[in-house]
């Protein structure tokens, strides 16, 4: 499974039209927000029937969807897409999200469209994220827009702050640029959940109102007005670690 993020940021004040385009040989079958695709061949190369590929958009809101016939490696073929329009703002960021799962002609898809969801976010937070329910895991994957939201145009060092540049995925909340997590059944002598999580560039995440990780202060010298050194906290380049949730009674 591949999850694509295609995120625009603004540069300068002006109206976008921002599309989100797939290509394909033959769409087998296609329903609400879903394609069923596969190749055979491009050119003169002859490729394997048996493998399919479904193209999901679990972001859907202010986007429209469409197929068109086109003509692409000498052959006829279609493009799938998904469009938007909007006025931006200097720096406003609006996305796509793109689920892409490979599997045998024969292999069961029709259930992925309901496993497949966006997590709710704030407008104001600019982020993407999905969650996938994946057999007995569910996977969260989110992806700050704005990789600058929690920068501070001041004095400061670090120039950046937890509460600018904190999201909330789900049942996640960090100020992580990426965040990739599993969460599945503990092992039966030890009933509850366990977590596996990694998050990119990050000072602090919670999950469930509980802290998995914060990095503890220290000096920040050089400061941009002279003022003596301060403390601040810097980031972590990445965290990666798994805890075991356990059930109360």
Do not use: C
């Amino acid at each position: 499974m591949f999850i694509v993020f295609d995120v625009l940021k603004a540069r300068r004040e002006e109206w976008f039209t921002l599309s989100n385009l797939w290509h394909t040989q033959r769409i087998i079958a296609q329903g609400e927000h879903w394609y069923k695709t596969v190749y055979e061949k491009i050119q003169d190369r002859t490729l394997s029937a048996d493998k399919h590929l479904l193209i999901l958009f679990p972001l859907t809101h202010y986007r429209l969807e469409g197929v068109e016939p086109i003509r692409r490696h000498y052959q006829d073929e279609f493009l799938i897409h998904q469009t938007t329009a909007q006025h931006f703002e200097l720096g406003e960021t609006a996305g796509f999200v793109t689920v892409l799962i490979p599997h045998s002609k024969d292999s069961s898809y029709l259930e992925w469209p309901d496993r497949v969801r966006t997590l709710p976010i704030a407008p104001e937070q600019a982020a993407l994220g999905v969650e996938i329910e994946a057999g007995d895991r569910t996977i969260v994957v989110g992806l700050k827009n704005d990789l600058r939201r929690d920068i501070s145009r001041d004095w400061r060092r670090p120039r950046y702050t937890y509460e600018a540049g904190k999201i909330v995925f789900g049942e996640f909340e960090t100020d992580g640029d990426l965040l990739f997590a599993t969460l599945s059944q503990a092992q039966k002598e030890t009933p509850g959940e366990r977590l596996r999580y990694t998050i990119v560039n990050l000072t602090k995440a919670a999950f469930r109102d509980g802290i998995l990780v914060e990095a503890k202060p220290s000096q920040f010298g050089l400061a941009f007005d002279g003022s003596p050194d301060g403390q601040g906290v810097g980031k972590l380049r990445y965290w990666r670690d798994e805890v075991e949730i356990k059930k109360t009674p």
